[in-house]
Structure formats: C-alpha cells, structure tokens
C-alpha cells in the first residue's frame, strides 16, 4: 500500500517547521480564533492545531484550511 503524496508532504512541512502551536480560546477571549492563528501565521508558525473545545473551532478550521497554514483538530 502506498501513501498519498499530499500526507508526505503535510509530515515534510511538520517536520521542517519544527513547532505546533495548540490554539485554545474561551467564549470571552478579546479575538477569534481565526484572527488568532493568522496573526501566529504572520509570525511565522504554519503548523496550527485548534483544540474543539474552543468555540467555533469547526468553522475557524474549515477557513484556515484554505490559507497557506497547516491547521487541525486536537483534544478530540
């Protein structure tokens, strides 16, 4: 079995960053969480997980997935 081309690269990307950064927001934090993750994509982190225990994380994920970052899902 082989493996898809586009996961090598997310594990190359990962790997090269060399940081994930674990986004976790309250309902009462002063900015989204999109707003959040780009200005960290400003400083340079590409690597974003959103835990779902943040309000909105489903739709912040589904934005984001269309920039130039690498965004997921964590404490599922």
Do not use: Y
């Not at 090598?8 to 674990?22: A, K, P």
């Not at 999109?34 to 739709?59: Q, S």
């Not at 920039?67 to 599922?76: A, L, M, N, S």
Request: proline residues 4%.
């Amino acid at each position: 079995m082989s493996i898809d081309p586009r996961i090598l690269q997310t594990l190359d990307e990962v790997r090269n960053d060399g940081v994930i950064l674990c986004i976790r927001l309250g309902a009462d934090a002063p900015i989204s969480v999109v707003e959040a993750c780009r200005a960290a994509a400003r400083g340079g982190l590409r690597v974003l997980e959103i835990t779902l225990t943040t309000p909105g994380a489903l739709d912040a994920i589904r934005e984001l997935s269309k920039e130039d970052v690498i965004v997921g899902g964590g404490t599922v």
